[in-house]
């Protein structure tokens, strides 16, 4: 199959007419200003596909059910309440019709690539399935459904709170012990056998859920693949971390664990200037979710400092209250842009895109953080690629980054023409090609769970 786009955003820069001939699923060939052929497709611009890094793909359901107003103050822990309670029914059929709608919004935003951060693995009573990895395998089976690529990151959860606390009733679901968790890896690593290019990983839940022997341990289970963690996502949680230990949760972590390429520090949202610096330093990754950072009211990360420092991030769609990967680069680009009552903060210097900025470093950090060893418009990378609308209104008259800012500033999913996962175009006229069917099965599961 080759492809012809008008211009395509190749690892040395842009180039015009640029031919990709795909093959089981890899880019085997990429010519660029060259005209179009015979048997050629043509399509405008052309961008790799984003990941991912960090969903929560079960709360796509529950977008909108956590928006009234309580007796309190309301935060992510009144948040967390109508999360529990949505949970509270769901089986491993439910979960699939869920995660396949999520994952076919990611695929028309733009994601090609989601890391899962799953820890809905027993059944309601709290017991482990008879298959272990049920509801692994109903995500494993939306990827399939979607066609976008899973790194799945089954999670370890044991406590309530810092210090081993027994954990809550309504977090019964979540709870294995470290030989349970080992045979729940091995069992989600079955689950996803026939999936293409599926890489798995581990995550322990937060500093709240594990020990410190706990998350020594579970970093040897599997030593060289993506480890993801939350950590100081809410001010309670930081303030709970020095009670309990003296120290703030990034502090903590890097005294305690080797913090190395393979980590993925979720959210991070509230670091001192050492912590930041430490992050910065390390080959970690920073996960990122501005559009779930900003409806729980978590607090803004300080990204224009870490950048400053050649902090590195991707970002993630976790709670899926909204799913679109231009929004999610808009939204980090404008909070800084309020804290700081500045524009363009997070632009890579002076002439710089700041669009183009803040996508290439989500896709470099995703990239990493989700195990994927190969990434890019490059001859052996997987055939993951994004085609814009060049006709789009805010497209008109751009070319090179100014393409990317438009869809980042300007537009957002109506941009996206097509999208291909592995070689296989799954989305077409910014629609998937499943989309009648999976979206009438969420309906109907919908209508059930809220009945």
């Known amino acids: 199959m080759s492809l012809w786009f008008e211009t395509a955003l190749l690892p040395e820069g842009w180039r015009t007419g640029v031919r990709i001939v795909v093959a089981d699923g890899l880019i085997s060939q990429i010519t660029a200003d060259t005209a179009l052929e015979p048997g050629d497709q043509r399509h405008g611009p052309a961008i ?12 796509r359901g529950m977008s909108g059910l956590a928006e009234m107003s309580g007796h309190g103050d309301d935060s992510f822990w009144t948040w967390r309440e109508t999360m529990y309670r949505f949970v509270g029914t769901l089986d491993p059929d439910m979960l699939q019709a869920i995660a396949a709608l999520a994952y076919i919004e990611m695929l028309e935003s733009g994601f090609t690539r989601v890391g899962e951060f799953h820890y809905l693995h027993h059944a309601p009573d709290g017991r482990a399935y008879a298959d272990r990895a049920a ?9 399939q459904d979607s066609g976008i690529a899973l790194t799945l990151l089954p999670v370890f959860y044991a406590h309530a709170d810092f210090g081993g606390a027994a954990p809550l009733a309504a977090q019964a679901r979540f709870v294995n012990d470290i030989d349970s968790f080992a045979q729940l890896i091995d069992d989600s690593r079955t689950a996803m056998a026939n999936l293409d290019q599926a890489v798995i990983g581990l995550a322990p839940h937060s500093l709240r859920a594990v020990t410190a022997d706990e998350l020594t341990r579970l970093t040897r289970l599997l030593p060289d693949a993506p480890v993801h963690i939350h950590i100081a996502e809410q001010t309670r949680e930081v303030d709970a971390c020095l009670a309990w230990s003296g120290q703030r949760p990034v502090d903590w972590v890097f005294d305690h664990v080797d913090i190395d390429r393979r980590w993925c520090l979720v959210h991070a949202t509230h670091v001192s200037d050492a912590e930041l610096q430490r992050l910065a330093a390390s080959d970690a990754i920073v996960g990122l979710c501005p559009i779930t950072e900003a409806n729980l009211g978590d607090g803004l990360f300080p990204a224009r400092a870490f950048r400053a420092q050649n902090g590195r991030f991707g970002i993630g ?23 700081h009552e500045m524009r363009n903060v997070l632009a890579d210097g002076r002439g710089h895109s700041t669009g183009a900025s803040v996508w290439k470093a989500a896709f470099e950090g995703g990239a990493q953080a989700l195990g994927a060893s190969s990434a890019g418009l490059a001859v052996g990378a997987p055939a993951d690629i994004i085609s814009l609308l060049s006709d789009h209104p805010a497209s008109v008259g751009r070319r090179d980054d100014l393409l990317i800012d438009s869809w980042v500033f300007g537009g957002a999913r109506d941009h996206i023409d097509g999208v291909w996962r592995a070689g296989r175009k799954c989305v077409t006229g910014g629609r998937h090609h499943d989309r009648e069917r999976i979206a009438a099965r969420y309906i109907r599961v919908m209508k059930a769970l809220l009945a």
């Open 317 to 339: 769609s976790d709670s899926n209250v909204r799913i679109d990967a231009a929004e999610e680069l808009r939204l980090l680009e404008y909070g800084q842009r309020l804290r």
């Open 135 to 143: 509801m692994a395998s109903a995500i494993a089976a939306a990827a």
């Open 48 to 59: 790799p596909g984003l990941p991912n890094l960090h969903s929560h793909a079960f709360q």
